[in-house]
């Protein structure tokens, strides 16, 4: 960036400490303090606000946001950290402050699904062990977290099944492949009740029997999905997905968690072209991409607004860089008001604002000094004048023209 000359800087500082602003000072500004992470301090300001204006609807709605803020940045925090339950009591009391809170019900949302999945994950292990009550217990705590999480509802049922079964069906295939399972040997026992299907073709238990392993090793494959798809790996977890497919073709959990990565495929997609736009200097056709992107997507929509703020920052980038360049062309008016259209849309970008003022204020002094140069009785002050214009501003109208002339030595 380039640096204001050193009179200028000069200038510039005694015109600050020259003037006082009437606005709240930034440590007494509830909304500043918020948007810079300042939780506890904005609370302490905005209680003792209230305290002094009880009656005042903006002191109390100050306060309830700073308390919102305070109570959701403690469920970040905790959730971060796996502390879910810390999570969750926080997003309510946040969510008991201000019921149209969003972002805590989003947020509420979020960790209950989390917790939701963890559970479904243990109950799998378990099943998958054959520690069949046990898996019951965490099929029950995942529908509780969540009753909508796909597959406990399946899984808690076929748990049930299989217990049912133990307690008055226990033949020798069905505990073989049972037994295979629970050594992780699914294909093994698949290929055991396969087998007992082939040759026992009048038992219908040895049918039930793979067909319940399949959907067993279809839930395992799903629950593999659901963790790659948590942790944004949307080619493993569609390969996941379909395989829970093709094991369980008439599993609707798996063939919609299908759909749901092979769009968040063409979402990641979408994003990476929009960035490779933004390089490339086309920010229309990334606005575009990423605009499209946030319409398929339900779980990258935290990138696609990334690549969207991407976008305004280079926005704001080229108008900084435009106010700059005709700075340095000493085209001061049209600089400020090129500041001035980028603190429009950002309000605190970069040094943009002291810039700014410091821009009108060589205008304003400026104009000043001309005016007095040309009112001077004599042309020693004419030249005074001239030369404190050319200090900050050499080009200032026909500044150079004149201080020439004056210049000149008697007779030239």
Not at 55 to 73: I, T
Not at 103 to 123: I, S
Not at 310 to 328: C, G, M, N, T, V
Request: hydrophobic letters at 40%; charged letters at 35%.
């Amino acid at each position: 960036m380039q640096e204001i000359p050193f009179p200028a800087l000069l200038l510039t500082a005694a015109l600050f400490a020259g003037c006082s602003s009437t606005s709240v000072p930034k440590e007494r500004d509830v909304r500043w303090l918020v948007y810079h992470g300042q939780f506890d301090e904005a609370v302490r300001v905005a209680a003792q606000d209230v305290q002094e204006r009880p009656d005042d609807p903006e002191a109390v709605s100050l306060h309830r946001e700073a308390s919102v803020a305070w109570h959701l940045e403690r469920g970040r925090r905790a959730t971060f950290e796996d502390q879910d339950d810390v999570a969750n009591a926080a997003f309510r009391d946040a969510l008991a402050i201000d019921p149209n809170a969003v972002e805590a019900a989003d947020w509420l949302r979020k960790t209950e699904r989390k917790v939701a999945l963890r559970e479904l994950g243990k109950a799998l292990e378990l099943h998958a062990n054959d520690q069949i009550p046990e898996a019951v217990e965490h099929y029950e705590k995942a529908l509780a977290a969540d009753p909508e999480v796909p597959g406990a509802k399946q899984g808690r049922e076929l748990a049930i099944l299989l217990l049912r079964y133990r307690a008055g069906l226990g033949t020798r295939y069905f505990k073989d492949g049972l037994h295979a399972y629970s050594d992780y040997w699914l294909e093994y026992a698949r290929s055991r009740f396969s087998y007992a299907e082939k040759y026992q073709t009048t038992d219908e238990r040895a049918r039930d029997r793979k067909d319940q392993v399949q959907e067993l090793l279809a839930m395992q494959r799903l629950a593999a999905g659901r963790t790659h798809e948590e942790q944004g790996r949307f080619g493993a977890a569609h390969g996941e997905y379909r395989m829970a497919v093709l094991l369980d073709p008439e599993n609707e959990d798996a063939k919609a968690a299908l759909g749901r990565a092979k769009t968040e495929l063409k979402v990641t997609e979408k994003l990476k072209l929009a960035r490779i736009e933004i390089v490339r200097g086309r920010p229309e056709k990334a606005q575009k991409l990423a605009e499209e992107a946030i319409a398929m997507t339900t779980a990258q929509k935290d990138l696609a607004d990334g690549v969207l703020a991407e976008l305004r920052e280079s926005r704001f980038e080229a108008i900084y860089r435009d106010a700059l360049a005709l700075e340095r062309d000493w085209r001061f008016e049209e600089a400020a008001a090129r500041y001035d259209d980028l603190l429009v849309e950002a309000q605190f970008y970069k040094d943009s604002i002291a810039r700014r003022d410091t821009l009108q204020e060589y205008v304003r002094r400026a104009s000043e000094l001309y005016a007095k140069a040309d009112a001077a009785g004599t042309p020693e002050e004419q030249l005074a004048s001239l030369r404190q214009i050319e200090l900050f501003w050499p080009e200032y109208r026909d500044v150079p023209v004149r201080i020439r002339a004056l210049e000149k030595p008697p007779g030239n």
